[in-house]
T-cell receptor
Framework: DTAVSQTPKYLVTQMGNDKSIKCEQNLGHDTMYWYKQDSKKFLKIMFSYNNKELIINETVPNRFSPKSPDKAHLNLHINSLELGDSAVYFC?????????????FGSGTRLTVV | GENVEQHPSTLSVQEGDSAVIKCTYSDSASNYFPWYKQELGKGPQLIIDIRSNVGEKKDQRIAVTLNKTAKHFSLHITETQPEDSAVYFCAASTGYQLIWGAGTKLIIKP
């Protein structure tokens, strides 16, 4: 059983389109995250949700909108895609019990905007 | 806020030799220090972690050391093998959020 699963694994789309990436975790964690990893491999946190509530909202364009229907799912919708959005997007989850516990990543979604 | 610096950005070692990657952190309240390994085409995976009440932790060929006074921690890999080739990330946490280093690309030369 995959602990943190993302779909799709690859996404190629044209500039200006709108796309979504889905993430699900079966670890029973209460916190989920979206990261962007650029070509230099730097991990940049974008958003975090705890029990469906937004708790981290870093400086990202408002074309990016996360949605958490329940604590096991966190989706990322991107409007009006730009060339600079091309990157690998990782979902992660952890348990917040006063400290970081069990921080686990998905396998990533490689987004290519052409 | 917390800042984590990781060095070197690229490390090339001969197979069988040891590799050491170092990280420094700025917030003395940080109390959790994990290391993640990212293989090509995969997400980062936790390989070892240490909490601030411990100075060293080992797991087979990998070990992590923590110097709280100097605010730095290091990953040590002994008897390196081809499968150790990957990008390694350190991180530090004071509570709920992980602050990441920039990553080290480890290359194992045959």
């Amino acid at each position: 059983d995959t602990a943190v699963s993302q779909t799709p694994k690859y996404l190629v789309t044209q500039m200006g389109n709108d796309k979504s990436i889905k993430c699900e975790q079966n670890l029973g964690h209460d916190t989920m995250y979206w990261y962007k990893q650029d070509s230099k491999k730097f991990l940049k946190i974008m958003f975090s949700y705890n029990n469906k509530e937004l708790i981290i909202n870093e400086t990202v364009p408002n074309r990016f909108s996360p949605k958490s229907p329940d604590k096991a799912h966190l989706n990322l919708h991107i409007n009006s895609l730009e060339l600079g959005d091309s990157a690998v997007y990782f979902c992660a989850s952890s348990q917040r019990d006063g400290r970081v516990v069990g921080y686990t990543f998905g396998s990533g979604t490689r987004l290519t905007v052409v | 806020g917390e800042n984590v610096e990781q060095h070197p950005s690229t490390l090339s070692v001969q197979e069988g030799d040891s590799a050491v990657i170092k990280c420094t952190y700025s917030d003395s309240a940080s109390n959790y220090f994990p290391w993640y390994k990212q293989e090509l085409g995969k997400g980062p995976q936790l390989i070892i972690d240490i909490r601030s009440n411990v100075g060293e932790k080992k797991d087979q060929r990998i070990a992590v050391t923590l110097n709280k006074t100097a605010k730095h921690f290091s990953l040590h890999i002994t008897e390196t093998q081809p499968e150790d080739s990957a990008v390694y990330f350190c991180a530090a946490s004071t509570g709920y959020q992980l602050i990441w280093g920039a990553g080290t690309k480890l290359i194992i030369k045959p």
